[in-house]
């Protein structure tokens, strides 16, 4: 019943602009939690951002701190990843997930299939 689909991914240059969605069906995705994490080649899946479905309270790793923004549109049950000053190690395939509640906190046990961003000139 949970499902997420990642789309926007693609190749851009760096200092480029991207901006993913994440859109769910079969549930409001305004009840849930939904994060955005990123994966490189022969590296670990790292968490990207975070947004609460109860306050709305936003979390970003250092390394995208002023640069991606999270933010939700509820009417289209889906959350936007906007990536700006794109930098060559943004370079990964990008997943959305939710907790299954409306914390950030807890486990993702519910994963969309990925979508690639290729940073490079």
């Known amino acids: 019943q949970l499902q997420l689909v990642e789309s926007g991914g693609g190749l851009v240059q760096p200092g480029g602009s991207l901006r993913l969605s994440c859109a769910a069906s079969?549930?409001?995705?305004?009840?849930?939690?939904i994060g955005w994490f990123h994966q490189a080649p022969g590296k670990e899946r790292e968490g990207v951002s975070c947004i609460s479905s109860d306050d709305d309270s936003t979390y970003y790793v250092d390394s995208v701190k002023g640069r991606f923004t999270i933010s939700r549109d509820n009417a289209k049950n889906t959350v936007y990843l906007q990536m700006n000053s794109l930098k060559p190690e943004d370079t990964a395939v990008y997943y959305c997930a939710t907790t299954g509640h409306r914390s950030c906190a807890g486990d993702f046990a519910s994963w969309g299939q990925g979508t690639q961003v290729t940073v490079s000139s």
């Open positions: 079969g549930f409001t995705l305004d009840d849930y939690a």
